[in-house]
């Protein structure tokens, strides 16, 4: 096992529900590494498990970097306080390529591609290989989270935590409440959420939770607004930002969040709620098929430097 430092520690299957102190986020990914990275600045001791070996490097890297730019808005001048933070921090994350090495954790939370049947297979192993005490949890922004657990045995210790890219700094998390999870572990995942600085907020497993199923229309309507010629994207973006106080315009969005992410997030809610608002829009097919994705890769609606 390839391991930065420190060691989790094992828990009984009697674990209480609600003291979560070991965490495995299954994905090395943006989000996955800011769940890691939030879980360890908690005190909490956390694995992440990737298959790829360059990811979970590139992770390790990025949580370093993010992780020295919180100690020093902690800590100012006092580069001691900032180097014990960084080191105390990464103390408690350590990495695998393989699943079995972060099955024996109180909660283990999937970050992996959008795509139910890989997610179904990752569940039904870990459903397998884990404690009777863990609770699994879905990162979804947009798959139905009973679907994604279906075929596991303990549905009454499942549920999602959705959170929202940058993981360290966006301060929500949807605690999703799948149609068998039980009020312990509801109460635990919410508990959880808070301990890693959190607010957390509640909804039912319906499409696109709370966050996407408002912020999907308003994407669509305004990429149809710019696809007709209505008006420029660089204005719909200042009209959102100054007349509605948003922090973003919603091409800045996303580009930022990334176009084929938008594009696979409107195209399931379409599927499930057949909402003519959800469907497929011409220019954002267009620019996916191109590759323009957003910032990930330089250019989206704006291009950017590297």
Partial sequence: ?????????????????????????VGGGLMGSGIAQVTAQAGQNVTIVDLQPEL?????KSIQANLTRVGRKLYK?????????????????????????????DLIIEA???????????FNKLDQLAPEHTLLATNTSSISVNAIGAGIKRKDKFGGLHFFNPVPV???????????????TYQAMMSWGKSVGKTCITCKDTPGFVVNRLLGPY???????YERGDATKED?????????GYPMGPFELADYTGLDTNKYALQVMYEMTKNPVFRPIPLLDKMVAEGKLGRKVGEGFYKYSK
Avoid: H, W
């Fill in 1 to 25: 096992m390839n391991k930065l430092v420190g060691l989790t520690r094992n828990f009984s299957s009697s674990a209480n529900l609600n003291a979560i102190k070991t965490v495995t986020v």
């Fill in 56 to 60: 979970l490097d590139k992770a390790q």
């Fill in 77 to 105: 001048d006092d580069a001691g306080k900032v180097e014990g933070f960084v080191s105390d921090s990464l103390d408690r994350i350590k990495v695998s390529t393989k699943v079995e090495d972060g099955a024996n954790a």
């Fill in 112 to 122: 992996i591609v959008e795509k139910l049947d890989v997610k179904q297979e990752l």
């Fill in 170 to 184: 966006m301060r929500l998390l949807e605690v999703i409440k799948s149609d068998q999870m039980s009020e312990d």
């Fill in 219 to 225: 994407s669509a309507e305004a990429l149809r607004l």
């Fill in 236 to 244: 719909i973006d200042i009209g959102m930002k100054l007349g509605a």
